[in-house]
């Protein structure tokens, strides 16, 4: 039994830092890439801090400190996540006990475990961590948090500018209320191109960043700054700035001054309107404003054209203006936990989305225009709709048969009623004379059109993503784009005119016999592989009579192919009734997993050579039987 919160071996909470370096081999969220999207999260008493989530890597490199207040806590937990739009997936943790904390010893590896939690998928990995104790005197092995603030900071600009080149300046978790002078007395005044703040003790914004004229990156997240200044200008050059979890309530008007904004991070503050000067940030890519009570959106945000990945969950939004569709670049949205009762008509002009949650509102039907977001059809996109009182059942029903299901129905739904509807026009705040006249490149959507539009080039209609279904007639064209283009014009399109779906439907098909193809050879065979392995490696009745269990889950999804397949070959191997229980065993489960095996590549064939597109959505649902029971292993 662990020792009680005043027990001398425990960590002293004064100048506790964790810092989380980074891990390897992490178990595989996606198998059809073979990554995940990770990030960890400490976790110790009743907090949580998070470190910044990366794409499609299974050895992520965060290196990030944490300031640790044990308090009465006996244990610290650092898990892994993957990130999902729709809901983040549970990838293992590791436990250490806060009385036997190795304190300013190096980074350690340690190994990725369940945690006693139930988890779908095989856990696996090491995560390299290292604890940081400030207030203890230097030891043989000399640590940077061994020394006070001054002291840090020296070493960490000696090291920046010797091993750095003098481009990247990390001050984060030192306890400074402001950027050292020691920064400015050196040569990193004049090549200092990133420096992260985050986790200090600055309560006002750092104005005496100007002196660093080459800055671009700044990171002040987890710090006490309650408001920005009301001149941005000597900041004009900064592409990416990170704000989360200060104490920030309002957005000045200086706002417009960040010309070069590209990546602009607020999350967790407390702002109640965004500034509507938010619409002169014309390379604005990417703002994360979550867990903020905004309330309303100001119709300039739709003056924000290379806005690609948008977060706005958690800010009690009742309503979403038709001025923000003109975002037609969004590739990412997310409005989950909002109130929204209803979405804009025009949605159907933001034609580039691939992920679109809108869990936790009060939905109660989705716009037929929605049905020209294609994107949000493919598999390992998603339109998530949960928890959300929606009045039509099919499009329910279709939404837990999978996004891809869903967008089919919603695609179907809208020609049913006459095709692509006219998308209403709105007159965007801060929109650019350009951007008025309609644009010329092939992502700029007419904002405003005051006078009759005349015919223009098709060239000049939206692309829709490279990820979402395309015809083969055309690659780079949208199905319906020339029915929405000319509707827009106030053209009658007759129906002769109109394009068939065939082309998009076939396409579909295609994607749906290419996602089982891989989900069966990438996912189940290595699984099935693994399964083999383990049985192989079972020395004991109770293991094996385990995996008997294990794979009885099985026998309703068999039995479910061989009503909708074709006769396919299978015969299990005689048992020898004179071999000894465990061996006998061993053989039935091996037969199992046989037949489990023999059923994938009949499914597998199947999907691949059947002309009918039903034939195909029913091997998906197959296939999606298996999986749910994969993912119970």
Same mark, same amino acid.
């Given at each position: 039994m662990f020792g009680s919160p005043k027990?001398?071996?425990?960590?002293?909470?004064?100048?506790?830092?964790?810092?989380?370096?980074?891990?390897?081999?992490?178990?595989?969220?996606?198998?059809?890439?073979?990554?995940?999207?990770?990030?960890?999260?400490?976790?110790?008493g009743n907090k949580k801090l998070k470190t910044k989530s990366y794409k499609k890597t299974i050895n992520p490199y965060w290196d990030e400190a944490f300031p640790?207040?044990?308090?009465?806590?006996?244990?610290?937990?650092?898990?892994?996540?993957?990130?999902?739009?729709?809901?983040?997936?549970?990838?293992?943790?590791?436990?250490?006990?806060?009385?036997?904390?190795k304190t300013n010893e190096g980074p350690t590896w340690y190994r990725?475990?369940?945690?006693?939690?139930?988890?779908?998928?095989?856990?696996?990995?090491?995560?390299?961590?290292?604890?940081?104790?400030?207030?203890?005197?230097?030891?043989?092995?000399?640590?940077?948090?061994?020394?006070?603030?001054?002291?840090?900071?020296?070493?960490?600009?000696?090291?920046?500018?010797?091993?750095?080149?003098?481009?990247?300046?990390?001050?984060?978790?030192?306890?400074?209320?402001?950027?050292?002078?020691?920064?400015?007395?050196?040569?990193l005044k004049n090549t200092l191109t990133k420096i992260n703040l985050e986790f200090n003790g600055f309560t006002s914004f750092p104005m005496e960043l100007e002196g660093l004229p080459h800055l671009t990156v700044v990171n002040l997240t987890g710090n006490s700054i309650t408001s920005l200044p009301s001149v941005m200008a000597p900041f004009r050059n900064w592409t990416e700035l990170y704000l989360n979890g200060n104490q920030i309530t309002v957005l000045p008007d200086s706002i417009q001054e960040f010309v070069k904004l590209e990546k602009f991070h607020i999350s967790n503050n407390g702002l109640t309107a965004i500034n509507p000067n938010i619409g002169r940030l014309k390379k604005l890519e990417e703002f994360l404003c979550s867990g903020n009570p905004l309330g309303v959106l100001p119709a300039s945000i739709g003056a924000c054209q290379a806005m690609e990945i948008l977060d706005l969950s958690g800010c009690e939004l009742t309503s979403i203006p038709g001025e923000f569709t003109y975002m037609t670049r969004c590739l990412e949205l997310n409005l989950a936990t909002n109130f929204l009762t209803e979405l804009p008509q025009s949605i159907g002009r933001m034609h580039r989305l691939c992920i679109l949650n809108l869990s936790d509102n009060q939905l109660s039907d989705l716009p037929l225009s929605i049905g020209l977001c294609i994107g949000l059809g493919n598999l390992g996109s998603g339109l998530n709709v949960e928890r959300n009182p929606?009045?039509?059942?099919?499009?329910?029903?279709?939404?837990?048969?999978?996004?891809?299901?869903?967008?089919?129905?919603?695609?179907?739904?809208?020609?049913?009623?006459?095709?692509?509807?006219?998308?209403?026009?709105?007159?965007?705040?801060?929109?650019?004379?350009?951007?008025?006249?309609?644009?010329?490149?092939?992502?700029?959507?007419?904002?405003?059109?005051?006078?009759?539009?005349?015919?223009?080039?098709?060239?000049?209609?939206? #692309?829709? =993503?490279?990820?979402? &279904?395309?015809? %083969?007639?055309?690659?780079?064209?949208?199905?319906?784009? @020339?029915? /929405?283009?000319?509707?827009?014009m106030g053209v009658h399109v007759p129906a002769a005119a109109a394009p068939?779906?065939?082309?998009?439907?076939?396409?579909?098909?295609?994607?749906?016999?290419?996602?089982?193809?891989?989900?069966?050879?990438?996912?189940?065979?290595?699984?099935?592989?693994?399964i083999q392995s383990q049985l192989d490696a079972c020395t004991q009745m109770e293991e094996v009579l385990k995996k008997a269990t294990d794979m009885k889950k099985f026998k309703p999804a068999i039995e479910q192919a061989k009503t909708q397949l074709?006769?396919?070959?299978? #015969?299990? =191997?005689?048992?020898? &009734?004179?071999? %000894?229980?465990?061996?006998?065993?061993?053989?039935?489960? @091996?037969? /199992?997993?046989?037949?489990?095996?023999?059923?994938?590549?009949?499914?597998?064939?199947?999907?691949?050579?059947?002309?009918?597109?039903?034939?195909?959505?029913?091997?998906?649902?197959?296939?999606?039987?298996?999986?749910?029971?994969?993912?119970?292993?």
């Open positions: 027990d001398d071996r425990k960590a002293s909470s004064s100048g506790l830092i964790c810092k989380i370096i980074e891990a390897r081999d992490i178990t595989i969220a996606d198998p059809s890439s073979g990554t995940s999207d990770p990030y960890a999260l400490l976790v110790f640790v207040d044990l308090g009465n806590a006996q244990f610290v937990a650092i898990e892994l996540w993957n990130q999902n739009m729709a809901r983040d997936e549970y990838l293992g943790q590791v436990t250490l006990s806060a009385f036997d904390l990725v475990d369940n945690g006693g939690k139930k988890m779908k998928l095989a856990v696996s990995g090491d995560l390299l961590i290292e604890f940081l104790q400030q207030d203890n005197k230097p030891q043989k092995r000399i640590s940077v948090s061994n020394l006070n603030p001054s002291d840090q900071v020296k070493v960490r600009v000696d090291d920046a500018i010797k091993m750095g080149n003098g481009l990247d300046l990390d001050l984060s978790a030192i306890n400074i209320p402001k950027v050292p002078s020691i920064v400015f007395e050196t040569n929606l009045h039509d059942q099919t499009m329910k029903d279709k939404w837990r048969l999978g996004p891809d299901q869903l967008l089919d129905y919603l695609e179907k739904r809208m020609m049913t009623a006459g095709g692509a509807p006219k998308l209403e026009e709105f007159d965007v705040p801060m929109a650019t004379p350009k951007e008025k006249r309609g644009g010329s490149g092939t992502n700029s959507p007419v904002i405003q059109r005051k006078a009759a539009p005349q015919p223009a080039s098709l060239t000049s209609i939206p #692309q829709f =993503a490279s990820k979402a &279904p395309i015809s %083969p007639a055309n690659p780079n064209r949208n199905p319906f784009a @020339d029915v /929405v283009k000319q509707q827009q068939a779906p065939v082309a998009a439907m076939d396409d579909k098909i295609n994607t749906l016999k290419k996602w089982i193809g891989q989900t069966i050879s990438n996912d189940f065979r290595v699984k099935l592989s693994k074709p006769p396919y070959d299978f #015969q299990k =191997a005689a048992l020898n &009734p004179n071999e %000894p229980k465990l061996v006998l065993l061993k053989k039935a489960v @091996d037969g /199992v997993i046989s037949e489990v095996s023999a059923t994938l590549k009949a499914i597998q064939q199947y999907a691949e050579t059947t002309p009918h597109s039903k034939d195909v959505i029913s091997m998906v649902q197959l296939t999606k039987s298996f999986k749910t029971t994969f993912d119970e292993f």
